[in-house]
T-cell receptor, first 116, second 110 residues
Framework: DTEVTQTPKHLVMGMTNKKSLKCEQH?????MYWYKQKAKKPPELMFV???????INESVPSRFSPECPNSSLLNLHLHALQPEDSALYLC???????????????FGPGTRLTVL | SQQGEEDPQALSIQEGENATMNCSYK?????LQWYRQNSGRGLVHLIL?????REKHSGRLRVTLDTSKKSSSLLITASRAADTASYFC??????????FGTGTRLTVIP
C-alpha cells in the first residue's frame, strides 16, 4: 500500500469553528509532514513529525495545531482561522532522514480548505 | 527563503515535442527531486538526483544537475497530453525536508 489518504477532501469553515484534518499512511513511514499550498504557488512546509515527535514547526501560527497520535496518523487541528488560511493542505510521509540513502515523500491528495 | 526558482513559469507544446524546464536554487544540497502535480491534487515523485550525480534518466525523463551553478533541468521527451501538469523541483539540504521551487505549468496540446 503506497497510498496516503486525507480526509475530508473539502472543508468550509467559519472563523469561529474548530475542525480537524486527518492523514493516514500504512507504508511504515516514521516521518510525516504538513504542507500548505496557495493557488498557483508551491507547497510550503508547515510541520514535520519524526518518530511521532514534532521536529520542525516552520513558524506556523498557533491557530494550527498538529498532532501525531501514532505512527500511521497525523492530524491538523484548526481553530479561529482567517480567510487568508484558505488553501490546499497536503500531508506527506517518508522514511525519516538518515535511515535511507535518500528518501522520496509520498503525498496525499490534499484537503481543500475554505475559511469564510 | 530556501525556495528555488523555476523557468519557464508556463510552457505550452504540441504532443510529441520535448519539454524542458529549469530550476535554480540557493543553498548547498544533498539531493534534488522533481515532483508532478495534477491540477490542485497531491504531488507525485518523479525522479531524484544526488548532489554527486550529473545526469539521471527514468523512462522519458532526463534530469541534469550542475551544483557549481546551483541549477537543474528536467527534460520530458515525446510529450503526451497526459503530461499536462505542474512540475516542481525540490531541494533537500540536511534533514529530509523538501523546499519547492516556484513550479512550471506544462500544457501539452493533443
Amino acid at each position: 500500500d503506497t497510498e496516503v489518504t486525507q480526509t475530508p477532501k473539502h472543508l468550509v469553515m467559519g472563523m469561529t469553528n474548530k475542525k480537524s484534518l486527518k492523514c493516514e499512511q500504512h507504508m511504515g513511514h516514521r516521518a510525516m509532514y504538513w504542507y500548505k499550498q496557495k493557488a498557483k504557488k508551491p507547497p510550503e512546509l508547515m510541520f514535520v513529525y519524526s518518530y511521532e515527535k514534532l521536529s520542525i514547526n516552520e513558524s506556523v501560527p498557533s491557530r494550527f495545531s498538529p498532532e501525531c497520535p501514532n505512527s500511521s496518523l497525523l492530524n491538523l487541528h484548526l481553530h479561529a482561522l482567517q480567510p487568508e488560511d484558505s488553501a490546499l493542505y497536503l500531508c506527506a510521509s517518508s522514511h525519516p532522514a538518515g535511515t535511507r540513502p535518500y528518501n522520496e515523500q509520498f503525498f496525499g491528495p490534499g484537503t481543500r480548505l475554505t475559511v469564510l | 527563503s530556501q525556495q528555488g526558482e523555476e523557468d519557464p513559469q508556463a510552457l505550452s507544446i504540441q504532443e510529441g515535442e520535448n519539454a524542458t524546464m529549469n530550476c535554480s536554487y540557493k543553498t548547498s544540497i544533498n539531493n534534488l527531486q522533481w515532483y508532478r502535480q495534477n491540477s490542485g491534487r497531491g504531488l507525485v515523485h518523479l525522479i531524484l538526483i544526488r548532489s554527486n550525480e550529473r545526469e539521471k534518466h527514468s523512462g522519458r525523463l532526463r534530469v541534469t544537475l550542475d551544483t557549481s551553478k546551483k541549477s537543474s533541468s528536467l527534460l520530458i521527451t515525446a510529450s503526451r497530453a497526459a503530461d499536462t501538469a505542474s512540475y516542481f523541483c525540490a531541494t533537500v539540504a540536511g534533514a529530509n525536508n523538501l523546499f519547492f521551487g516556484t513550479g512550471t505549468r506544462l500544457t501539452v496540446i493533443p
